[in-house]
């Protein structure tokens, strides 16, 4: 059995809860970056064997485009497959369900799915810290529950429902840029790291908004703490989510 973690996770709280779930077995997993513009995601292969852990995080309820785009290239070959999504302790709404489309669509079996909460990527006063130490508990004590339904051989998509709705919401952009600051050198690692490739080398300053996705990997990624957003943008928008996630949000299982 091969375990193979498919995480689109710009800054990194993604990955934290995907790790969790795959570190509670006992195979090492295989990391296949969705962030890579580069990587040749037709070229993955998976037997029936197999277990995919697919996470992405929740942009205003919905998969991120990119990560959507670049799944439908992957084969599962009906390989096992628990899909997760992360959110900012505010709602996933239809990520979760157009998740599984998505892993069905690409030929995946999809066995569990999982809702869980990490630091929000741009207002980091909710969930911050997270996931903690009781959402790792929490996440191993799921991990070991989907490896017992795998292993019982009780697999299928039609037994569990999933919160959401087709048609799914209707995206949206949260319209917030990052720009350099006067600590800008011009390494050019924002360029580099950027998953939509939304920064030009030749023109560190500032993104291209129109391909520009809010990820906030280049924020997180710079070494001088050089690229920011909008300020009063963010305090604006914190507001107007401060009561939806003042209260902590668990993590969901389905299965």
């Known amino acids: 059995m091969k375990v193979t973690q498919i995480v689109f996770s710009p800054t990194g709280g993604t ?17 296949v970056d969705l962030t890579n513009p580069e990587n040749e995601y037709s070229t993955l292969n998976f037997s029936q064997d197999d277990i995919a852990v697919i996470a992405v995080p929740s942009y205003g309820g919905r998969v991120p485009a990119l990560a959507a785009e670049r799944l439908t290239k992957i ?16 709602a996933y709404e239809d990520t ?25 990527s741009i207002m980091h006063q909710y969930a911050t ?12 004590s799921f991990a070991r529950k989907v490896l017992e339904k795998i292993e019982s051989g009780n697999g299928g998509i039609s037994e569990f429902q999933i919160p959401g709705n087709r048609p799914y919401k209707k995206a949206g952009g949260s319209g917030l840029v990052p720009k350099a600051t006067g600590k800008c050198v011009s390494c050019g690692l924002c360029a580099e790291k950027c998953p939509a490739q939304a ?39 914190a507001l107007a989510l401060k009561k939806a996630c003042s209260e902590r949000k668990v993590s969901e299982l389905y299965i």
């Open 15 to 31: 990955q934290q809860v995907a790790d969790t779930i795959t570190s509670t077995w006992e195979n090492h997993a295989n990391k």
């Open 75 to 90: 084969n599962g070959n009906h390989a096992q497959c628990v899909i997760v999504c992360v959110y900012g302790n505010r």
């Open 96 to 120: 979760l369900l157009e998740l599984r489309d998505i892993a069905v669509q690409s030929n995946f079996n999809v066995v569990a799915a999982i809702a869980a909460i990490a630091e929000h």
């Open 129 to 140: 810290g997270r996931p903690d130490q009781k959402d790792k508990d929490e996440l191993r």
């Open 199 to 237: 920064i030009s080398k030749e023109n560190i300053k500032c993104a291209d908004s129109k391909k520009c996705i809010s990820c906030m990997r280049c924020v997180v990624q710079c070494p001088q703490s050089a690229r920011k957003v909008n300020g009063a943008m963010v305090s604006a928008a």
